[in-house]
């Protein structure tokens, strides 16, 4: 049986920072090529396809399960360990990898909702001491804030959010994986900055891209 390489993809995952995820288009050929060879039995190909993802997997399931950081990591890996399990099932013609994989981390990471039910989080804010820069300080204190609006919302849109604003995902991708018209997207993702904002005091999430690296 596959067993995925796990290596944590930042020594600051654990403080789960919200991160602007880029997957590029040009990825869907790499991907076909590498799942056509996993296929075809090269077991060790599907690394490729942990390589690529780990980051945008990790950032998707530590923004929507909490800081914990053994957790996350073990809900990702199982993820990844499905998704080769589930390869041959998988249909190009339906989704890109990419969506199918993402489908797949939300559903695990609602599984994971469910058997904890949402133990209460630790305060993820940065100790200041005088030798803090106070423009660093400010910045760990806004994403902390965020980090807290955002689990406030409930999982649909929080999820949507997430997809949508930090993964970069379309519309259309983000109702595939959550299985839901694009409509009703919208309304969640609507209702969701709404959220934010009215948490955030009119930020809206007011936070830049550096921010949220």
């Not at 944590?8 to 990825?27: E, F, G, K, M, Q």
């Not at 399990?85 to 994989?101: C, E, I, N, V």
């Not at 489908?103 to 630790?122: D, G, K």
């Amino acid at each position: 049986m596959f067993a995925p390489r796990w290596d944590s993809p930042a020594s600051d995952a654990t403080n789960r920072t919200l991160a602007s995820i880029t997957l590029a288009v040009d990825s869907d050929d790499a991907d076909r090529r590498a799942i056509d060879r996993v296929r075809a039995g090269d077991k060790e190909a599907f690394r490729t396809l942990v390589e690529r993802y780990e980051r945008p997997v990790w950032t998707l399931v530590a923004n929507l399960l909490g800081r914990d950081h053994a957790r996350c990591e073990d809900v990702a890996q199982d993820a990844f360990v499905a998704a080769y399990r589930a390869l041959d099932r998988y249909d190009a013609g339906r989704a890109r990898f990419s969506t199918w994989l993402f489908a797949i981390v939300r559903n695990r990471c609602r599984t994971e909702r469910a058997r904890r039910r949402e133990a209460p989080l630790a305060d993820a804010t940065e100790p200041r001491d005088s030798t803090t820069p106070p423009l660093l300080a400010a910045r760990a204190e806004a994403r902390a804030a965020l980090d807290r609006a955002l689990d406030d919302l409930p999982l649909e849109q929080r999820a949507a959010f997430v997809l949508a604003e930090v993964c970069g995902l379309s519309g259309a991708e983000v109702a595939t994986i959550e299985n839901a018209p694009e409509g009703t997207i919208r309304a969640r993702l609507s209702r969701a900055r709404a959220a934010l904002r009215a948490a955030l005091g009119g930020r809206g999430g007011g936070m830049d891209a550096e921010d949220r690296a």
